[in-house]
């Protein structure tokens, strides 16, 4: 069987000629709309610890900055494409402007797989990438967050990279950073505290009590796995979590202590 791969930019911009048609939006507005506004794609190199030069391609795209400054997260991942981060900047317009935040929809990548590079690597990728897209951000104009596989060492490695090119402190250029250099409380759990409110409301508008309710996680990350802790927390029983890989962690764990428990019998 051929599994055919659905385009996330051809989903947005289905998802958006829905929307304006409800809406009524003029002709002009939905060509304008329907475009990104700026797409730069960088290739740099990178030297890998092994004292090979790699070449890895980035992305950033600002869909729309009408509202005020972009805004969106920067990803690692080998399936990052061009027409993903097009999409993730349309969808970044449409959630600031729902929430009326003064921001407008921006989303950046690069092509790699972070799981199978050192720290060291993944910071000289991350210099290099902030080098290169630096003509696009800045706190008035473009501000990077963490998305998949990103997180708030690399944020501060894009602030302090971009700083030295200003030659001061801008902490500002990204959010999502360590607490010690100018992160918000809160910000690392945000993703999935909204995970956690959204299912809670759900729960209420179905009648349902949370420690009613079994829960399934599916990712390990910065999202999937913050959000079981605050599901736990809110009384609903975490009955399995899916890392990346597809396996069920709770499963392996379980799978694990039967066997420390086998081993102990023996033992004694």
Same mark, same amino acid.
């Given at each position: 069987m051929v599994v055919e791969l659905v385009n996330p930019y051809d989903v947005a911009i289905h998802q958006f000629d829905e929307a304006a048609e409800r809406l $009524?939006?003029?002709?002009?507005?939905?060509a304008i709309l329907r475009k990104p506004k700026r797409e730069l794609i960088v290739n740099f190199p990178v030297r890998m610890d092994n004292g090979d030069v790699e070449m890895f391609t $980035?992305?950033?795209?600002?869909?729309?900055i009408n509202r005020g400054p972009a805004k969106g997260g920067i990803r690692y991942s080998p399936a990052v494409s061009l027409d993903e981060v097009r999409a993730l900047s349309m969808w970044m317009t449409w959630k600031c402007a729902v929430v009326d935040i003064p921001f407008g929809g921006a989303k950046g990548g690069v092509i790699c797989d972070p799981h199978k590079m050192s720290s060291a690597e993944l910071e000289r990728l991350t210099r290099r990438y902030t080098t290169e897209i630096s003509l696009l951000i800045g706190p008035d104009s473009d501000i990077p967050a963490p998305d998949m596989n990103t997180n708030p060492q690399i944020m501060g490695w894009i602030m302090d990279t971009y700083s030295m090119h200003r030659g001061y402190s801008v902490p500002a250029v990204t959010t999502g950073k360590p607490l010690?250099?100018?992160?918000?409380?809160g910000r690392l759990e945000a993703t999935a505290r909204g995970v956690q409110v959204v299912a809670r409301e759900a729960m209420r508008d179905k009648g349902m009590n949370p420690e009613d309710c079994s829960v399934v996680v599916q990712g390990f990350g910065n999202v999937g796995g913050i959000a079981a802790r605050l599901l736990h927390e809110m009384g609903c029983r975490v009955v399995g979590i899916s890392d990346i890989s597809g396996d069920c962690i709770i499963q392996r764990a379980l799978m694990f202590l039967r066997r420390c428990v086998i081993l102990a019998d023996l033992a004694a």
């Open positions: $009524g939006l003029s002709q002009a507005m939905r $980035g992305y950033r795209v600002q869909h729309n010690a250099i100018g992160g918000s409380e």
